[in-house]
């Protein structure tokens, strides 16, 4: 069975940091690309972060360039999202997704598996 599961999420103050994990088991993700989407309550899903399957292409929403960073362990199976100088906007629950396709970032609609969530809040 296919499963992607995200961790690190929780409760930080604006300005702070947090690092998002996606693992995968039951495949290995070097030949998957990975997209990171959140979802704020009342709101529609939106693309955070994406990176290729070998690290080499990377893409960020407006609204997180230069606060978050994008990275991949293939040998952890695992791809990361550090978010710092977060702010109260960006909380919302955080999600990974999968597509098999090679040197470019996943597409929306071909995303093959998703995770459950995790949830960020960012509050004093």
């Known amino acids: 069975q296919l499963q992607l599961v995200e961790s690190g999420g929780g409760l930080v103050q604006p300005g702070g940091s947090l690092r998002l994990s996606c693992t995968a088991s039951?495949?290995?993700?070097?030949?998957?690309?990975i997209g990171w989407f959140r979802q704020a309550p009342g709101k529609e899903r939106e693309g955070v972060s994406c990176i290729s399957n070998d690290g080499g292409s990377t893409n960020y929403a407006d609204s997180v360039k230069g606060r978050f960073t994008i990275s991949r362990d293939n040998a952890k199976n695992t791809v990361y999202l550090q978010m710092d100088s977060l702010k109260p906007e960006d909380t919302a629950v955080y999600y990974c997704?999968?597509?098999?396709?090679?040197?470019?970032?996943?597409?929306?609609?071909?995303?093959?598996?998703w995770g459950q969530g995790t949830l960020v809040t960012v509050s004093s």
């Open positions: 039951g495949f290995t993700l070097d030949y998957y690309a």
């Open positions: 997704a999968a597509e098999r396709i090679a040197f470019m970032c996943p597409r929306y609609r071909y995303l093959e598996v």
